[in-house]
């Protein structure tokens, strides 16, 4: 089936999905945590319901209600066997150092996509810490066997802060804790924070001091979770509004640690109106302007960015995240191919891209590569097509945003499935 977007005008209010990293998150670590945990809103997509089965595999108890999940963990005595992630790179990364406490050998494998994924810098640090780690010269499938009893480790942070949250989640379940050398620079920093919040709220001990991460072994308490909303997937209605016309993402919190919330700076800095108040951000059409962006810390934002500015006046350069080369789909490659494809005028750099923006994009058909974040920044773009953008309909943007079509449409966006 294709999915046809033709463009329109949006405008009204949307409620933007939970956060997919805070939901992750939580959801491993209740499964670690002695006693019963709800988490309150979170997440249910493809890619969290892969955790929630790797969580099922630790030995926890999961029940799934509306507006909730209850998960009573604490045991932590799987068998050994196999765990499929899916789509999932986040559920596999987290759930290989989690793994690693375990004394029976885990595989975790995934989908094609997956099989791309690196895994290198993380069990190069796993297998520093006494754990056999056996994979495809750094890639998936991967065998892990423990017990990880902690201790200290160096551990590549230049590929994904994922590698580092993997080892910080399962520090507090090891008999010495652990105590986490970064190197190499931190990419996506904003995501190691939000393991860090979330690890204190379950009752863990961080302490931070420039590169070193410190985490001791007390472990995990149960705890009621409330799972915030999604800067990540807000960004795509907010640039919808500054595209075309004007709408308003609720259920936000701009004090949340999720570096995504960049999204209001960006738009903003770019020339578009912007109201935050309360729980609510509100994004208007202005004239755009060409703008230079740092996407390092932000690299799930780069394509609904580059939509952004495609049709801004000048030259805008994003630039600073050669990681998002390791996501669902090269995504510097496909965000660049989607620009050009429709109509715009991109080139790809070592660590982003250069974008000289034109009049209007003319629209066409895209290849999403199954990227849920080039799918839907995809679909924004048909505000400000002359013709219609098209694609295959593979339900890609389940694993993070099961609403938007639906939402799109709300927001006055014309989609026609053939």
Do not use: W
Not at 282 to 288: A, R, V
Request: aromatic content about 4%; charged content about 20%; hydrophobic content about 40%.
């Amino acid at each position: 089936m294709i999915l046809e977007f033709g463009g329109g005008h949006a405008e009204g209010t949307v409620s933007p999905p939970p956060s997919k990293s805070h939901t992750h998150r939580s959801f491993f670590v209740a499964g670690m945590a002695e006693g019963q945990s709800r988490i309150s809103g979170p997440l249910m997509s493809a890619d969290t319901k892969a955790t929630l089965s790797a969580v099922r595999f630790m030995g926890a108890d999961v029940s799934v209600r509306e507006g909730e999940v209850l998960i009573r963990g604490g045991s932590m005595q799987p068998g050994s066997g196999t765990v499929d992630v899916l789509n999932s790179g986040t559920t596999m990364r987290i759930f290989a150092g989690i793994a690693s406490l375990f004394s029976v050998p885990v595989t975790i494998t995934g989908d094609e996509s997956i099989m791309r994924r690196p895994m290198g810098p993380l069990l190069d640090a796993l297998t520093s810490m006494g754990v056999s780690c056996v994979s495809r010269n750094g890639f998936p499938p991967v065998t892990i066997t423990g017990p990880n009893r902690g201790g200290d480790v160096r551990i590549d942070g230049s590929v994904s802060s994922q590698f580092v949250s993997s080892i910080m989640l399962a520090a507090p379940m090891m008999e010495k804790g652990a105590c986490i050398h970064v190197g190499g620079g931190l990419v996506s920093a904003p995501y190691v924070s939000i393991t860090e919040s979330i690890i204190r709220k379950f009752g863990g001990d961080v302490r931070k001091a420039g590169d070193l991460i410190e985490i001791g072994n007390r472990r995990y308490r149960a705890s009621d979770y409330p799972v915030p909303a999604d800067f990540s997937s807000a960004a795509f209605p907010l640039v919808a509004g500054a595209l075309g016309g004007r709408v308003t993402a609720t259920g936000l919190d701009p004090a949340d640690a999720q570096g995504d919330k960049a999204i209001m700076d960006i738009l903003r800095r770019a020339g578009a109106k912007v109201i935050s108040s309360g729980s609510s951000v509100t994004s208007e059409k202005e004239d755009l302007e060409a703008v230079d962006v740092d996407m390092g810390d932000t690299p799930d934002l780069f394509p609904i960015v580059a939509v952004l500015l495609s049709t801004a006046k000048g030259t805008s350069r994003l630039h600073g995240a050669p990681h998002l080369r390791f996501k669902e789909s090269d995504r510097i490659e496909s965000t660049v191919r989607m620009i050009n494809t429709l109509g715009g005028d991109a080139t790809g750099t070592e660590d982003g891209c250069i974008i000289r923006g034109v009049a209007r994009l003319r629209g066409g058909s895209i290849d999403h590569l199954d990227d849920h974040r080039i799918m839907m920044a995809a679909a924004v773009a048909s505000l400000v097509c002359s013709g219609p953008v098209s694609m295959k309909d593979t339900g890609c943007h389940t694993v993070s945003y099961p609403e938007f079509v639906e939402q799109m449409v709300s927001l006055g966006i014309k989609v026609v499935r053939k």
